[in-house]
């Protein structure tokens, strides 16, 4: 997994609007076989189906909701356990202009959180 630098990169990316390109050599280090995932679950208006293929891939099983209100144009928060639990290193949330972006930002956040609590 890529570290928590790398992740943050894209984080913002995507956070601004941006995507996630599959021929981009840091994006190909940092998601191996799953960039194109990344890329397809930034591209587009919503991209919600691609969005969960990809927080399937990098985080599978983890639990997921989105949407969008009239405050956020795109929210979504993830959660290891159950859609209920809170611990830090089990849940992650995210804000972008969409709601498959924002599902993207809480799986890169979530990714920070783990590589920052394996690397101290």
């Not at 591209?43 to 983890?62: H, I, Q, Y």
């Not at 209100?69 to 209920?84: K, M």
Request: aromatic residues 8%; negative net charge; proline residues 2%.
């Amino acid at each position: 997994m890529a570290d928590a630098v790398t992740l943050r990169h894209f984080r913002d990316i995507v956070a601004a609007g941006g995507y996630i390109g599959g021929a981009d050599a840091v994006a190909i280090e940092a998601f191996g076989d799953h960039v194109m995932l990344a890329q397809n679950a930034t591209l587009g208006r919503e991209g919600v189906d691609a969005a969960v293929a990809f927080k399937e891939a990098m985080l599978p099983g983890w639990y997921w909701r989105c949407g969008r209100t009239t405050l956020f144009d795109g929210w979504a928060f993830i959660n290891r356990l159950d859609a209920n639990h809170c611990d830090r290193l089990d849940e992650a949330g995210g804000q972008a202009p969409t709601p498959g972006k924002a599902l993207v930002v809480a799986v890169l956040n979530a990714l920070i959180s783990l590589a920052e609590a394996r690397h101290g």
